[in-house]
């Protein structure tokens, strides 16, 4: 079996993050984003995931190399020449997809985080027999969102209604999608949306079908959502393998802790942290629902919250960080220096407080 992943551009809206690595590659929970998504594509059968990118795919490939093997699942990449939306790169990839089997294919968004429940959807495609699969996720605020409308009882899906101004529904597609070969007949090589153009199509011909996702969902492409996306993987986690999050006295909630990081004495840390490898947390140290990158230094009495800070950054001595400030790469924040939401570029030193959310360059 096989799955494709729409990488896609830039990643602007997870800068200055993305100014390191592709989006990707970018950590969540202690792994690369792209890593939740092809472990779990791993673990139901799938032999072969592309990559549909348009920005640095030579990094991609030589970062997931070492995957590959570890893994035991083979890589490649389907590169645009241009951004060609949702639906195009599936064309652009319609050789590595198709292979003699007939069966279907997954296509995944790298952005969404859930508990992946792939192999119920492979039940759910089989069971209804129509050409295409698509997992949906209910939400408190459908306004924000495309809504899809389906028939309860069969998950056959009528319509697409973008952003309703009535309550039509509240269930949205989730970007996890299960196709039959046949669909990519109805793609033309050209930027077009599968959402928009394709899914629409089918649904007119009753062929599409919606399973709603169990469990948890977030798209964790911007910092407010990456942090609350944070915490419900971490809530999922602990449902699922306990052994895996930190425990003691110092341990508040959920919290994930890479074991070659060391935490010193009379540290408060939870809930809803990440601290990655080789990271060194001082003694006095306050983290909350932050997430703290490989190679980072948290100096003594330092309090973080609901901010992020990039790998290999310092924070120093009763410094105070929150209220989503984003440190990239190599950042160093003086001692006592505060920082109300700033997002800073990477190799900074802060030597003055940033009262105000504001992006330093």
């Not at 096989?2 to 993050?17: D, E, M, N, Q, S």
């Not at 989006?23 to 792994?31: C, E, I, Q, R, S």
């Not at 952003?163 to 109805?186: C, E, H, M, Q, T």
């Not at 809530?235 to 010193?264: Q, Y």
Request: hydrophobic content about 40%.
């Amino acid at each position: 079996m096989k799955a494709l992943i729409l990488v896609g551009g830039f990643g602007t809206r997870l800068r200055p993050l993305t100014l390191s690595v592709p989006k990707p590659l970018v950590d969540f929970a202690n792994k690369p984003m792209i890593l939740h998504q092809i472990e779990a594509l791993k673990a139901i059968g799938v032999s072969e995931v592309v990559l549909a990118i348009n920005y640095q795919p030579e990094v991609m490939l030589n970062f997931l190399k070492e995957f590959e093997t570890k893994i035991g699942i083979k890589i490649t990449c389907s590169q645009e020449t241009e951004p060609l939306g949702t639906a195009g790169p599936l064309a652009l990839a319609r050789d590595k997809l198709i292979d003699e089997s007939g069966e279907p294919f997954f296509v995944l968004n790298s952005d969404v985080i859930s508990e992946y429940p792939l192999k119920e959807m492979i039940q759910f495609h089989k069971s209804h027999g129509g050409e295409a699969s698509i997992m949906v996720t209910k939400v408190d605020e459908p306004s924000k969102y495309g809504v899809v409308v389906l028939e309860e009882s069969t998950g056959q899906v009528e319509r697409f209604v973008e952003k309703p101004k009535l309550f039509v529904g509240n269930k949205i597609n989730a970007g996890i999608y299960l196709l039959d070969p046949s669909v990519l007949d109805r793609i033309e090589l050209r930027p077009t949306s599968i959402e928009k153009e394709v899914f629409p199509k089918i649904a007119l011909e009753k062929k599409l079908y919606a399973m709603v996702l169990p469990g948890f969902w977030m798209d964790i492409g911007q910092p407010k959502d990456y942090i609350i996306g944070l915490r419900l993987y971490l809530d999922s986690l602990r449902k699922r393998t306990s052994s895996k999050l930190a425990s003691g006295t110092h341990i508040v909630g959920n919290v994930l802790v890479d074991e070659t990081a060391t935490i010193g004495e009379g540290c408060l840390i939870g809930p809803d942290v990440a601290i990655g490898p080789g990271c060194i947390v001082e003694s006095g140290v306050r983290l909350s629902r932050c997430t703290v990158m490989r190679g980072v230094r948290i100096k003594k009495h330092a309090c973080i919250s609901s901010s992020i800070i990039g790998w290999h950054s310092t924070v120093g001595q009763w410094a105070r960080v929150e209220n989503m400030t984003i440190l990239g790469e190599d950042v160093h924040v003086c001692d006592e220096i505060y920082s109300n939401g700033g997002v800073v570029l990477p190799h900074k030193e802060i030597k003055s407080s940033i009262l105000k959310p504001e992006i330093v360059m």
